[in-house]
């Protein structure tokens, strides 16, 4: 089955760096589109980044600049994600679609003031 775990989430200053990361099983990964969302508390989940097999990108206005979406070769998708702000606090799911969409657990981004 379609498995997808994400890790890296955590607490960090306002400027602050973190790295998520999602390991990807039981699709071609290399030609399954990718998604980081999030979404923060009383609010909907939004897209943050997406990136496809072809390696082309896309991302939210809000994070333009700060977050960079990118994948190895193998299974794993990655959010780097610079110069953190509070808004930014949110769970971060990856995502992906085979016949159905599939979601990772979450993983939790927490920016201090």
Same mark, same amino acid.
């Not at 960090?12 to 699709?27: E, N, P």
């Not at 509070?86 to 990772?104: I, K, S």
């Given at each position: 089955?379609? !498995? ?8 960090? !200053? ?41 390696? =082309? ?18 299974? =794993? ?27 990772? !657990?979450? =993983? !939790? ?5």
């Amino acid at each position: 089955q379609v !498995q997808l775990v994400e890790s890296g989430g955590g607490l960090v !200053q306002t400027g602050g760096s973190l790295r998520l990361s999602c390991a990807v099983s039981g699709i071609n990964f290399r030609l399954a589109a990718m998604n980081w969302y999030r979404q923060a508390p009383g609010k909907e989940r939004e897209l943050v980044a997406g990136i496809t097999g072809g390696g =082309t990108t896309n991302y939210a206005d809000s994070v333009k600049g700060r977050f960079t979406i990118s994948r190895d070769g193998k299974n =794993t998708v990655y959010l780097q994600m610079n110069s953190l702000k509070p808004e930014d606090t949110a769970v971060y799911y990856c995502n992906t679609y085979f016949r159905t969409p599939y979601w990772g !657990q979450g =993983t !939790q981004v927490t920016v201090s003031s």
